[in-house]
Nanobody, 126 residues
Framework: QVQLVESGGGLVQAGGSLRLSCAAS????????MGWFRQAPGKERAFVAG????????VYADSVKGRFTISRERAKNTVYLQMNSLKPEDTAVYYC???????????????????WGQGTQVTVSS
């Protein structure tokens, strides 16, 4: 059974940093793009960042470019999201995701997702 377990969310002041982790178990995803989405209250779940299976190609949403960094450790089946210079508008539940198709682009939509994590809350106070 595949599981994606996120950790690292919490409450932080504006300008602060958090690091999210997502550990996958049940199978190996070294050939699959992984990424992060977020969902704020009253809004749709949206793509934040993605990384290709080999870790070489990376894509960010415009709203987080220059502030967030995604990375992965293939040997640990884990993906990370380093979030710096956080803003109140970054407040959301953050979800880890695995793309359905192998060897595919690191940018993907909700419809492309094969597996979701349970989500971790990130709250940025002003």
């Amino acid at each position: 059974q595949v599981q994606l377990v996120e950790s690292g969310g919490g409450l932080v002041q504006a300008g602060g940093s958090l690091r999210l982790s997502c550990a996958a178990s049940g199978r190996t995803f070294s050939d699959y793009a992984m990424g992060w989405f977020r969902q704020a209250p009253g809004k749709e779940r949206a793509f934040v960042a993605g990384v290709s299976g080999d870790g070489v190609r990376i894509v960010y949403a415009d709203s987080v470019k220059g502030r967030f960094t995604i990375s992965r450790e293939r040997a640990k089946n884990t993906v990370y999201l380093q979030m710096n210079s956080l803003k109140p508008e970054d407040t959301a539940v953050y979800y880890c995701a695995v793309r359905r198709l192998r060897f595919s682009s690191p940018y993907f939509t909700r419809d492309d997702v094969a597996y979701w994590g349970q989500g971790t809350q990130v709250t940025v106070s002003s």
